[in-house]
């Protein structure tokens, strides 16, 4: 591998030994598996005590964060009431709770959080330019109050269930008032969030399903194919825990955790069983997307429908254009085992899938086995695990009807991960911003190369997006056609970089 091919990096030397162990009760339990959540509550803080916070931390909240272990076990009962054909379910509340780079300077104390990610260290602030989040003219971000000016320590994450009346829980909002309560004046708050599952459930805001293909993890994520070690559900690799959470190499199974300078590869022995969390409050302007889904697809002469699944990947369904070409197949979203199970290779020339489309540029799969050594393996370097949340109300029919938002919603994007810039920043940047990835592609019968374009859905570029959008004539072939995008459908207005530690570190802060 060459680390001059665009959209690559040389998988870089101090990313951590990735077959860690996995200890599931001191992993806080959205990163790997996700708090099961109706809605969560984004409480973004500012610490005002930090002695009397560590106190709280120390004494009171390391004790209610929700562990990988206790989601664990949840989804099992869950899984177990449903086989017994009974669907009550108790509800659940979780808690989980990170900080920015600032905020564990609060904690640790000087010198104390060095060595950390490079991104990270330096805030989603200021790494928005390189990731050409937009600014106002005069270069300023205008982003929610605390984010673009250093203001924000940390943040509590509060996730529960709605109640028969489709409200917020009323355990879930006793849970809020006593981390509150507990953190006192030692905090003060900055900024709130709520998301919220969608009445159509389990679909992010512009009608597409969300949260199907997340990464398997090993020693978590039952295997399903006992032919393949490698795969959980069809379509699903199975990674190293290391990709996303700090340890100890499996090697060394008993190595007490307090054994200074350990594990080996690490700034800090504290972030072990820790992950980086990337906050992103993406506005989703939807009835400008489909009104741009309308127009456009009428003077292609292509099903609006077919337009969106081309810049996403997938159907409204979850159904994927590599396995559903031309017209949606709901039966294949809705399956778990089926609307995965795909590869990109064997569509060369974009017939099925668009190069740029949304899933094609985050995840490419397979596509990059045949350009560089060990293509398949260097892009599982560059996975995130999602576990956002839209955020907003619905579309009102003025809205539709106008074609223009007048209420903000859209997705309170969370991903983890252990390197923020060889994950969420190199999928954003090196990807999905970046016009000439995938790279190598020539037009069927011709030497003439094809410049994919930006990622339609949240490709962010300093001046005009564009799409190669060979309209499909499957399977006879395809008519060239450039997608213009002219106004982004998502726009960032927030973002911070937290790091959500060990229930170990938490009570030993
Ligand atoms: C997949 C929508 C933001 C990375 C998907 C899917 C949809 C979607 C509908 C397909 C369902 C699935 O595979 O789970 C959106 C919308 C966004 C957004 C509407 C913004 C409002 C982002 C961002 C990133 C990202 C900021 C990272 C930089 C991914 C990845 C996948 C995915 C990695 C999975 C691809 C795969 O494994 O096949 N997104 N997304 N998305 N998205 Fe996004």
Redesign the pocket.
């Known amino acids: 591998m060459s680390a001059s091919v665009p959209g690559f990096s040389a998988v870089i030397a101090s990313k951590i030994d990735r077959s860690v162990q996995l200890r599931r009760s001191e992993i806080q339990g959205d990163v790997l598996i996700g708090l099961q959540k109706d809605v969560e509550f984004f409480i973004f803080f500012r610490i005002e005590d930090a002695d009397a916070f560590k106190r709280v931390v120390r004494d009171h909240l390391a004790d209610l964060v929700t562990t990988t272990e206790a989601v664990r076990s949840r989804e099992l009962q869950i899984a177990a009431a449903k086989e017994a054909g009974d669907l009550e379910r108790l509800p659940f509340v979780g808690f989980n709770l990170g900080f920015t780079h600032q905020g564990l300077g609060a904690l640790v104390g000087e010198g104390g959080a060095d060595g950390m990610d490079p991104s990270f260290m330096a805030g989603a602030a200021a790494r928005a330019a390189d990731l050409n989040d937009p600014a106002g003219q005069d270069g300023t971000l205008a982003w929610k109050p605390g984010f673009a000016d250093g203001g924000i320590d940390g943040v509590f994450l509060l996730t529960g269930p709605l109640d028969c009346k489709d409200a917020v829980h009323p355990l879930l909002v006793e849970k809020r008032d006593d981390v509150l309560a507990l953190a006192g004046g030692s905090i003060s708050i900055v900024h709130e969030e709520t998301g919220r599952v969608r009445p159509e459930r389990g679909h992010?805001?512009?009608g597409?399903?969300?949260?199907?293909?997340?990464p398997g993890v090993r020693g978590l994520t039952p295997n399903q194919n006992p032919a393949d070690g490698d795969q959980g559900a069809p379509g699903q690799d199975l990674l190293w825990p290391g990709e996303f959470v700090f340890g100890y190499p499996v090697q060394d199974p008993e190595k007490p955790f307090t054994e200074p300078g350990d594990p080996p590869g690490l700034p800090q022995a504290w972030m072990r069983d820790g992950s980086y969390m990337v906050f992103?409050r993406?506005k989703?302007l939807v009835p400008e997307f489909d009104a741009f889904l309308d127009e456009r697809g009428e003077a292609l002469g292509l099903d609006p429908a077919l337009l969106g699944a081309r810049m996403?990947?997938?159907w409204k369904s979850?159904a994927p254009v590599m396995i559903a070409p031309l017209q949606d197949e709901p039966a294949i979203g809705g399956a778990p085992l089926l609307n995965?199970d795909f590869e990109f290779g064997s569509d060369p020339h974009q017939r099925r899938c668009p190069y740029a489309a949304?899933?094609r540029k985050?995840?490419p799969r397979d596509d990059l086995a045949r350009l560089i050594p060990n293509g398949e393996g260097v892009v599982q370097t560059h996975?995130?695990m999602?576990a956002g949340i839209p955020f907003g109300p619905e579309v009102t029919e003025a809205e539709a009807e106008s074609g223009t938002s007048a209420a903000e919603r859209?997705?309170l994007?969370v991903?983890y991960q252990t390197s923020i810039v060889e994950q969420?920043e190199f999928?954003?940047k090196d990807w999905?911003n970046a016009p000439g990835f995938l790279f190598d592609q020539t037009r069927p019968g011709s030497d003439e190369a094809v410049e994919p374009g930006h990622d339609p859905?949240?490709g962010q570029a300093s001046g005009a997006r564009e799409m190669d959008e060979p309209v499909p004539n499957y399977p006879f072939g395809s008519r060239r056609s450039t997608l213009a995008m002219p106004n982004p459908f998502?726009v960032p207005d927030a973002a911070a970089y937290f790091f959500m530690p060990s229930i170990f570190a938490l009570r030993t802060a």
């Not at 597409?208 to 997340?214: A, K, L, Q, T, V």
């Open positions: 992010e805001h512009f597409f399903r969300d949260g199907i293909s997340n992103r993406l989703q996403v990947g997938r979850g995965n949304h899933i985050t995840y996975r995130i999602r859209g997705l994007f991903c969420f999928i954003q999905s859905i949240i998502v």
